[in-house]
Antibody
Framework: QVQLVQSGSEVKKPGASVKVSCKASGYTFTSFGVSWVRQAPGQGLEWMGWVSAYNTSRNYAQKVQDRVTMTSDTSTRTAYMELRNLTSDDTAVYYC???????????WGQGTLVSVSS | EIVMTQSPATLSVSPGERATLSCRASQSVSNNFAWYQQKPGQAPRLLIYGPSTRATGVPVRFSGSGSGTEFTLTISSLQSEDFAVYFCQQYNNWPMTFGQGTRLEIK
């Protein structure tokens, strides 16, 4: 069965960076992309970006494009999202989601809580 | 970017009754539209896409309709496990955007 397993919770200070991983199993990794979506406490869903698992294509949301890097490693079937220069506004649960060729998010990871506090 | 507007923000319905949730896009998204269900402490789950195709394992009481800019999710007979937050999403244009959510609560 398709599974996306994310890394554990992180606590960071303002100005720091965080790197969240998303390990995929149960499907052909290179046939799909991976998107990252975050959810601030009590808020809605915000798409952050997408990375292809089969080539070097990426697409980032304008809001974070200067601070985020998304990568994928086919050898370990793992996608990564690094966010730099964190502020308290980045406190959220970060989800990875398998993304089809039509950009539908059909399976999601369990989420990773990133807390930013001084 | 395309703005997705859901209504109502909160919907109170009794178990066994029908629930109808709406979502409007600020411009046409063709049929590249999806509904997600999110329960407390859980990741969103894909319910409906395309916008009337149920995802694998989704009960037949969930149905979706619409195209272009107006979409509807109907739950024909609410079960206790259906009380959750529902998000709509367009995947027609970058950036992909979500509605703010409709909280479906027990009346």
């Amino acid at each position: 069965q398709v599974q996306l397993v994310q890394s554990g919770s992180e606590v960071k200070k303002p100005g720091a960076s965080v790197k969240v991983s998303c390990k995929a199993s149960g499907y052909t990794f290179t046939s799909f992309g991976v998107s990252w979506v975050r959810q601030a406490p009590g808020q809605g869903l915000e798409w952050m970006g997408w990375v292809s698992a089969y080539n070097t294509s990426r697409n980032y949301a304008q809001k974070v494009q200067d601070r985020v890097t998304m990568t994928s490693d086919t050898s370990t079937r793992t996608a990564y999202m690094e966010l730099r220069n964190l502020t308290s506004d980045d406190t959220a649960v970060y989800y990875c989601a398998r993304t089809t060729v039509t950009t539908l998010f059909d399976f999601w990871g369990q989420g990773t809580l990133v807390s930013v506090s001084s | 970017e395309i703005v997705m507007t859901q209504s109502p923000a909160t919907l109170s319905v009794s178990p066994g009754e029908r629930a109808t949730l709406s979502c409007r896009a600020s411009q046409s998204v063709s049929n590249n539209f999806a509904w997600y269900q999110q329960k407390p402490g859980q990741a969103p789950r894909l319910l409906i896409y395309g916008p009337s195709t149920r995802a694998t394992g989704v009960p037949v009481r969930f149905s979706g309709s619409g195209s272009g800019t107006e979409f509807t999710l109907t739950i024909s007979s609410l079960q206790s496990e259906d009380f959750a937050v529902y998000f709509c999403q367009q995947y027609n244009n970058w950036p992909m955007t979500f509605g703010q959510g409709t909280r479906l609560e027990i009346k």
